[in-house]
């Protein structure tokens, strides 16, 4: 294996690599197919098709890290990044590789049960999709497609901040991670003194707060003029900042006092030796919104059961990615496309 092999770590490609690829290697979709409304970019986690009189808005992500409620993960994290266009999730297919020693019936049909559930729940149809045993595989991978449509003038875009947008985060950081080391490290947690009551807690993440983004981007994207929605999946909160940033040709000023990270987040984070600001954050939204609106769409979302907090400001090209510390102090945002929760896989 060459040197250069040997740079890829696990987890996202770096973005100067990513960058690189789109360039010279995705379609020019101005020339190609003028009904391409939005294809491959940095930032942006969905495609979006001119269909007549609706945008379709395309969707594909993996699950690699969990396993438990695997079928639960994969619906919903490609719900959140149709809902963050402002899109109706509509049409699911998935593709299960199965580990070949690890694979009996029960497993399969809790996989499937589970996808069916999660979609039936959201008024999703499940279109198919491929199932095998596949060699080499230590536990199970699904890959999760799904399509939805957005009225044209309600779509949202990563790339539609501007400088002076405030940016909200909901519900805190660090939400899927918690789950996935809850239902994938327990035994780990148990022999370093946690109680049962912690791991159940931790596992319970999934679903309270929950690493669904669906009700918050509704319900924001139906109320008020919305400018960029955005996941922070691998990476976590900083990495999810940057690419919004970076989509929309801006700079950021982020103030960390109003980040909110809840207790089992900061335990385990302690625990495992994780920044909480770079860790796997399915379950937090980041809004876009113009200023005049912020305090509004906060109090919005509170009164609807969902915490936010205005946690920076969307800034010109030119600032750069900041952050202002606990103390007062700016410095540079840093993010890394590596998750810090593949640190304990």
Sequence with gaps: MSGSQNKFQIGKLKHQVLLKLLKNFVSNTEIDDNRVIMGSKLGEDAAVIDIGDKYLVAKTDPITFATDAIGYYVVNINVNDIVCTGASPKWFQSTILLPEKKTNAELI????????????QMHITVIGGHTEVTSNLDRPIIVGSLLGEVEKEKLVLTSGAEPGNDIILTKGLFIEGVSIIGREKGEFLRKKGYSE??????????FKPGISVYKEAVLANK?????????PTEGGFATGIAEMALASETGVLIDEKNIKILPEPMELSKVFNLDPLNTISSGSLLIAIEQEFSNELIEFLKKNEIYA?????????KEGLKIKSKQGKIKLLKYSERDEITKIF
Excluded: P
């Design 309 to 317: 907090e205005k946690v920076g400001e969307f800034k010109s090209n």
């Design 109 to 120: 049909e809790t996989i499937f049960r589970d996808i069916h559930d999660t979609c039936e």
């Design 223 to 231: 109320n008020f003029v919305i400018k960029a929605m955005h996941d």
């Design 197 to 206: 009551e912690f791991i159940d807690k931790c596992k319970d993440y999934l």
